[in-house]
Structures are given as structure tokens and as C-alpha cells.
């Protein structure tokens, strides 16, 4: 039962094949079984879990159809929920609990999903292998010597490893699409707006989205239905009209254009088996009747250093809130009142420190012109490269990550290597537009999942999941198991 997908496991609901009690005990189970060698979460909600379950039963026993009615979810560590802690991988959230739920949530229980737990994250969704958690590292289930990616890894190493059958996590500068391609599942961020942002933890504002991590574009596209839309708590989350996006899955892809950005596959920093399966991925949608139109995104190697001067400049603000009194943490014995948030502020891990430091720096006057406004600009060179690209075509396809799933350790000393992780995903946060990866095959040696990443306009996340979703109708990378 718990490697069903959403779309599969409704329809044993709906049947009364199986009950939701049934399903969700199963899926303990399964976390049971595995959690020891993954670690995808940071604490499990099973008795709450279970009280869910009952009452989607007597929901369902009294007619009711809703569309996540009895599904076990999970949510990664950064997503605000009432009644249990929500720690953002940190010291200094290690005991937070919020007073409310984020809307996603809210939206979640009416549409009656299961909280299995919390997921683990890089601290303060910094960084890109799970590493930097307060907590503990999470294990990648395909080869548990290797890191799940980051942030959002928990979410996508619960979801590989089947302990849940769909999470949400959030994606700065990558951080759903790049583990959902090192741990071989759906990843979705869809573009900024399309989903509030209230009651997730901000780490940089202009850049975060909430968004999913599924086994199937089928399942992704179910659980957009559900989070999407505006929100009067958030003021960045679009007035703009929610489609179904089932529909999506069931129009053709004939006649799109598939835009292939030249940029992405030249410099030589791209792994050769990942080039190679992200380039048969791209034939297979050939094959499927889309035409490739070649594009030129020329600004990409501006992406990752535009990125962190932005993103650092966002979160050092962010997180001036962390100071012991507002929330959390509070060092004990201090003298003064400026000793007490100067000794709270060492909760923050090496990673977080270096963020804020950065993102003082490049806002501090003298240096303002010269790194924020300047990042800002090409930032505005980005958007209209996209623009640009998408006047010649549909959707982008390139890859999402440079390389497979690393070991743990690796990289851990040398945090520019890690921020280049980002390198092909950055682009799509700083224009602002919807991504997607998807399975698009392994690299040989030892056998890891590579993901092919989809781009779309503004508000066409229906456009990705039309393309995925014949994808993998096409293809079974998404079905294959890890040897857990
Ligand atoms: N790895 C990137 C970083 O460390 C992206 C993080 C994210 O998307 N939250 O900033």
C-alpha cells in the first residue's frame, strides 16, 4: 500500500478497498522499516497522523470526495504547523512551535491529508545536500553513502523511500527540483505567487516558493490543485485564476516547442552521464511530436553569483527576527541586553552565519551599488533572457543538476562547489518561473537517478505538467524502486 501513488491510492479509498487508518498504519510501517538508515525526518506526528486518518474515514464513509481525503504527507521543516515543533533544522527553532498553521496546511486538512511528520532540511533551506541541519543528515535511499541533495532533501528522500506519499518542500534557488533529481522523483516549483508564502519561514523573499515533491507529474499536478492559489495573508501570492491542472494531463504535446538553451550543455562542468540521459530525455519528447527549437540564455553564468549576493541580502534581514525574544532560542547568562542577541545569534550554524554576513556586506552603504543593485540589474537581464527564449518556444528542457548525488562529506568543506549544485536551477527563481524535474534516467556506475529539468512561462505550470506527465507515460524511470 505505501508505494501506491496519491492517484492510486485514492482510487482504493474511493473503492473501500482499503481504508485511510489502514493506508496510514501501512505507511508507518514503512517508516518503521526505514527510517533508520534514511533519516528523512525530523519528527513524525503518528498519533495525530492517526486521528487524521479516522476522521477521513467518517468523511469518507459519509460520502465526502476530497481530493487528498486519507493521503499521507509529509512537510518539510520550514512550513509552519500548529501543534507540533517547526525547527528549520536550526538551534535556534530547535523548540518553536507556531502558533498557526501556513495556509498550504490549511489547505492540506480541508482537503483531508494525513501529517505524517516533518522533514529535515539544510538549515534555513541553506544549501544544497542536507548536511547544515541542527539535526542529523538524511541519507540519499538510492545509496545511502550519499546525501538526498538539499534543501529540501528529507522531503524527497521520505518520498523515494515511500514513508510518505507526497511532500511539499520549498525551493529558493533549487532546492525541490535538485533533490527530486538526486533521489529520482517528481519535483515541482511552480513560479512565485502561484502558492502563499504564508507561514513558511522566510529565507529570501523574492525568491522562495512553496511547491511538491510526488512520485508521478499525475500526483503533482492533484496536489497543485489543492495548495495553489491567492491568499489575503499574502500579498505576493497571485490574483491570477487556478486551473484544474488534471486537465493538463490529459492534453497532447504535438506541436509544442521545446526550447534547448545552448549555454546548458557547453563549459564542460556537466557530468557526462547526466548530459547523456537529459539529452535522451530530451529525443524521447522529440519522439513524443515536440519540436526543439535551439535557445540562448546568455546570462547564465551571471545566475549562481547574482543569486547569493540577492538571496544572502533577503535572508540577513530575514533572520535579524532571531534575536531570543520574539521566537525560540534564548542564550542564557548574559549581562546585557545586546550580550543576550549577540550569544543567542551563535544558534546559527556555520552556513547561516556566512549567509547573514554576506548579505550585511552587499547591503551595507559603500557596497550597496556595487553588489546588491548591481545583482539586481542582472537579475532584470535574466528575466528577459527567459523572455526572450520563450517567444521561440513552449517549454525549456536542460539539466538540473551538474552531477548525480554526491557522497556525504564531499563537499562540505568547500561551500562554493556546493552553491555550483545550483548552477541550472537558480535561473528559474531569479525570473520568477515555474520548474519542474522529472526521472530522466541513471548514471551507470552506480546507478543514481538524473533528472531533466522542465521551464515555463509564468503561470504555465499546466504546460510542464502536460510534458511530464507524457513523459512518463512514455517512460518508467519514475517507477523504478531504490534497493532500500
Ligand atoms: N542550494 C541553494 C542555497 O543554498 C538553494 C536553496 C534553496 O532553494 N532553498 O541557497
Known amino acids: 500500500m505505501h508505494r501506491s501513488t496519491i492517484t492510486q491510492a485514492r482510487e482504493l479509498l474511493r473503492q473501500k478497498k482499503i481504508s485511510a487508518a489502514q493506508l496510514t498504519e501501512a505507511v508507518f510501517a514503512r517508516i518503521d522499516q526505514v527510517e533508520d538508515k534514511v533519516q528523512a525526518f525530523v519528527h513524525l506526528t503518528r498519533e495525530q497522523a492517526l486521528r487524521q486518518a479516522r476522521d477521513a474515514d467518517a468523511r469518507i464513509a459519509a460520502g465526502e ?160 490543485n489543492v495548495i495553489g492559489g491567492k491568499d489575503p495573508r499574502d500579498s505576493t501570492a497571485a490574483d491570477v485564476a487556478l486551473p484544474d491542472f488534471t486537465q493538463a494531463l490529459r492534453k497532447d504535446v504535438g506541436g509544442m516547442k521545446l526550447g534547448v538553451p545552448k549555454e546548458y550543455f557547453i563549459g564542460g562542468g556537466i557530468h557526462p552521464e547526466v548530459e547523456r540521459a537529459v539529452q535522451e530525455g530530451i529525443r524521447t519528447l522529440e519522439s513524443l511530436g515536440m519540436q526543439t527549437v535551439e535557445v540562448s540564455l546568455p546570462h547564465l553564468d551571471y545566475a549562481v553569483a547574482t543569486y547569493y549576493v540577492i538571496a544572502c541580502a533577503e535572508a540577513s534581514t530575514n533572520l535579524s527576527r532571531y534575536d531570543g525574544v520574539k521566537y525560540g532560542y534564548r542564550a542564557d547568562k548574559s549581562d546585557t541586553l545586546a550580550h543576550m542577541y549577540e550569544n543567542t545569534r551563535e544558534g546559527f550554524g556555520d552556513e547561516v552565519k556566512r549567509r547573514i554576513i554576506l548579505g550585511t556586506f552587499v547591503l551595507s552603504s559603500g557596497y550597496y551599488d556595487a553588489y546588491y543593485l548591481k545583482g539586481q540589474k542582472v537579475r532584470t537581464l535574466i528575466k528577459q533572457d527567459f523572455e526572450n527564449a520563450f517567444g521561440r518556444c513552449d517549454v525549456i528542457a536542460a539539466p538540473v543538476a551538474p552531477y ?23 535561473s528559474a527563481n531569479l525570473a520568477g518561473i515555474p520548474a519542474m524535474s522529472i526521472p530522466c534516467g541513471f548514471a551507470a556506475a552506480e546507478n543514481l537517478p538524473v533528472g531533466l529539468q522542465l521551464m515555463g512561462k509564468h503561470f504555465d505550470e499546466a504546460g510542464l505538467i502536460t510534458v511530464g506527465h507524457k513523459f512518463q507515460q512514455a517512460t518508467d524511470f519514475h517507477s523504478q524502486q531504490p534497493p532500500l
Open 404 to 426: 548525480p548525488a554526491f557522497k556525504l562529506g564531499e563537499k562540505l568543506d568547500d561551500p562554493l562547489q556546493m552553491y555550483l549544485a545550483d548552477v541550472y536551477t537558480i
Open 65 to 224: 470526495d476530497a481530493p487528498l481525503l486519507g493521503i499521507p504527507i509529509a512537510l518539510k521543516d520550514l512550513i509552519c504547523t500548529a501543534g507540533s515543533r517547526t525547527t528549520c533544522a536550526s538551534k535556534i527553532l530547535d523548540q518553536f512551535v507556531s502558533p498557526y498553521d501556513a495556509t498550504v496546511v490549511e489547505k492540506l486538512r480541508r482537503a483531508g491529508a494525513v501529517i505524517v511528520g516533518k522533514t529535515n532540511m539544510d538549515e534555513f533551506a541553506m544549501g544544497s545536500s542536507n548536511e547544515n541541519s541542527y539535526h542529523h543528515p538524511t541519507m540519499n535511499p538510492w545509496s545511502l553513502s550519499r546525501v538526498p541533495g538539499g534543501s529540501s532533501g528529507g522531503s524527497s528522500a521520505a518520498v523515494a523511500a515511500h514513508e510518505c506519499m507526497a511532500a511539499l518542500g520549498s525551493d529558493t534557488g533549487g532546492s525541490i527540483r535538485q533533490p527530486a533529481s538526486f533521489c529520482g522523483v517528481t519535483g515541482l516549483k511552480p513560479t512565485y505567487g502561484r502558492v502563499s508564502r504564508f507561514g513558511l519561514v522566510a529565507f529570501a523573499s523574492s525568491l522562495d516558493q512553496i511547491g511538491t515533491l510526488t512520485k508521478t507529474v499525475a500526483d503533482a499536478a492533484v496536489l497543485m
